[in-house]
């Protein structure tokens, strides 16, 4: 890493979006990790529920990320239309969940998805 480089962690970070902007980050020197609830082989992976606080919180005392990237969400057809309490537990609780427990241990960036 070098002094302009960051360490990142980003939620989601598995999924389509995430998978490319984790690519671009390392391309461009910085230390990332991923964060998603489905199983990833990278070393740098920790598996984990944005809708869970306990998971959340527990996450942000095990990392010391400068800058926290959320892109973790449900989205799609099989989703909205069948499970809507997916949606909503990822989208909406997961969003106030990263909120809440990033608040005392990320300092610098805390970047949203939308």
């Known amino acids: 890493m070098t002094s302009e480089s960051k360490r990142v962690l980003v939620t989601g ?10 690519r671009e980050l390392e391309s461009r ?22 809708g869970k606080y306990r998971q959340m919180e527990r996450l942000f005392e095990t990392q010391d990320s400068t800058t ?7 989205y799609g057809r099989w989703n909205g239309e069948d499970y809507y309490e997916n949606l909503w537990m990822t989208n ?4 106030r969940t990263c909120s809440a427990s990033k608040k ?8 949203w998805k939308r």
């Open 104 to 111: 005392e241990k990320v300092q610098n960036d805390f970047l």
């Open 92 to 95: 909406a609780i997961g969003q």
């Open 29 to 50: 020197g910085h230390d990332v990790w991923i964060c998603d609830l489905m199983h990833c082989e990278k070393d740098k992976f920790v598996r984990c529920d944005v």
């Open 68 to 74: 926290f990237i959320t892109l973790a969400a449900e």
């Open 13 to 22: 970070g598995s999924g389509f979006i995430g998978t490319n902007l984790v």
